[in-house]
T-cell receptor, first 112, second 112 residues
């Protein structure tokens, strides 16, 4: 069974630029999560989808971050405009029954 | 504001000894408790989850939960150098499908 796929793996941008991350969950997993992990901290939930509907986006900075999950499969997370404090690893995870969350390899974003 | 507290370490344990990792959480409504292992530069991987008070054993790992004290622990028996990693404690409040609230993690070093 293929795992959660993410791309790109690394991205370097200047502040005020925009960036997008892509995630393909494990086949059949209805629930998809985006987490932000700043160096030295645990992951922080940004948004949770159930199929293509948003379940929880309470910690998503909606003035600059947006996410969508079209057709209930792939998802994209966008930041526009980026700030220095957005430098982090962005992790996508998926879950079948909501118990075990499987994480992708992450996208390491550096904002200069 | 849900909080999960862990001692960041590093926690240094001799090879073959028992490593004990601790975690406290603030939300009394928390229902599910998870331990993830994260190697440097990698994404978190699930080790164990526990729902009920008491102990749950899986191979060399034992998770312990005390809801009255809002305390979760992970014991690693016969510690191996390959166990050296950051261990993340996570909780969620719902029926399992909710996003996780993570602690900052404890950096464990197993000394050969």
């Amino acid at each position: 069974e293929a795992g959660v796929a993410q791309s790109p793996r690394y991205k370097i941008i200047e502040k005020r630029q925009s960036v997008a991350f892509w995630c393909n969950p494990i086949s059949g997993h209805a629930t998809l999560y985006w987490y932000q992990q700043i160096l030295g901290q645990g992951p922080k939930l940004l948004i949770q989808f159930q199929n293509n509907g948003v379940v929880d986006d309470s910690q998503l900075p909606k003035d600059r971050f947006s996410a969508e999950r079209l057709k209930g499969v792939d998802s994209t997370l966008k930041i526009q405009p980026a700030k220095l404090e957005d430098s982090a690893v962005y992790l996508c995870a998926s879950s079948l029954a909501g118990i075990e969350q499987y994480f992708g390899p992450g996208t390491r974003l550096t904002v200069t | 504001q849900k909080e999960v507290e862990q001692n960041s370490g590093p926690l240094s344990v001799p090879e073959g000894a028992i490593a004990s990792l601790n975690c406290t959480y603030s939300d009394r409504g928390s229902q599910s408790f998870f331990w993830y292992r994260q190697y440097s530069g990698k994404s978190p991987e699930l080790i164990m989850f526990i729902y009920s008070n008491g102990d749950k054993e899986d191979g060399r790992f034992t998770a312990q939960l005390n809801k009255a004290s809002q305390y979760v622990s992970l014991l690693i028996r016969d510690s191996q150098p390959s166990d050296s990693a950051t261990y993340l404690c996570a909780v969620n409040s719902g029926g399992g499908a909710d996003g996780l609230t993570f602690g900052k993690g404890t950096h464990l070093i197993i000394q050969p």
